[in-house]
């Protein structure tokens, strides 16, 4: 969110989802160059309950889903992409992070505690649910 508040495009709002109380925190300080905040709005909940329950989301809708590493938590992502996709607006984007895995299924790393997918399942998965896949870096 701060990253895309403080460019030099135009965003109308800008709404952080965390289930952590400190992350939230410490998102209600953030500000933009300007000292105008960062966020719009702040809730603190568990992504995957907010995009799949419509009436916590109150039947909002994206332009840009973006999502740093919580995807990682995730066992698999066709019900987080399914979800995020049905909150997007026409042309919206869904932008995420993962760690890479070369094996193709999915990989539970213990030593970091999160999960690992493949480009080739990341493909599949996003074709699966209708989503087109843009770039995979």
């Known amino acids: 969110g701060d990253y895309l508040r403080n460019q030099d495009i135009f ?3 800008i709404t952080g989802i965390d289930i ?4 939230t925190g ?3 300080y953030l500000t933009t160059s300007d000292n105008n905040p960062t966020y719009n709005e702040i809730i603190e909940i568990d992504f995957r309950e907010y995009l ?4 916590k989301n109150l039947g909002r809708t994206y332009h840009l889903i973006l ?3 919580s995807f990682q938590y995730v066992n ?3 019900s987080v ?3 995020a996709k ?3 607006n026409n042309g919206g984007i869904i932008a995420f992070l993962v760690e890479k895995s070369d094996s193709k299924e999915i990989i539970f790393d213990r030593t970091r505690d999160h999960y690992c997918f493949s480009e080739l399942y990341i493909k599949q998965i996003a074709k699966l649910v209708g989503l087109n896949v843009i770039n995979i870096s």
């Not at 952590?20 to 992350?23: A, I, N």
């Not at 799949?52 to 009436?55: G, Q, Y």
């Open 52 to 55: 799949n329950d419509r009436e």
């Open 86 to 88: 049905n909150m997007l």
């Open 76 to 78: 698999g992502l066709e």
């Open 67 to 69: 999502s740093g590493l």
């Open 26 to 28: 410490v998102a209600r």
């Open 81 to 83: 992409l399914k979800d």
């Open 11 to 13: 965003i109308n709002n």
């Open 20 to 23: 952590s109380p400190e992350m």
